[in-house]
């Protein structure tokens, strides 16, 4: 998750910068196997879309 999220940060960096603000992200893994990077990469893109994508007053609520 870590490598994960470090190579996809780019995503939402532009956002933070635009509207001046800092995010807190937080993922607990609760899972009885270690999943791969290939598992793992993908949803940590969509998710970061997500975010980047979400109007920033509706996260200011």
């Given at each position: 998750?870590?490598?994960?999220?470090?190579?996809?940060?780019?995503?939402?960096?532009?956002?933070?910068?635009?509207i001046?603000?800092?995010?807190?992200?937080v993922?607990?893994?609760?899972?009885?196997?270690?999943?791969?990077?290939?598992?793992?990469?993908?949803?940590?893109?969509?998710?970061?879309?997500?975010?980047?994508?979400?109007?920033?007053?509706?996260?200011?609520?």
């Amino acid at each position: 998750m870590r490598a994960s999220f470090l190579l996809n940060k780019f995503i939402l960096e532009e956002k933070i910068e635009r509207i001046n603000c800092s995010y807190h992200i937080v993922f607990i893994y609760i899972g009885k196997f270690l999943p791969k990077f290939q598992d793992i990469n993908p949803s940590i893109k969509k998710i970061f879309n997500l975010i980047k994508d979400t109007e920033t007053s509706s996260l200011l609520k």
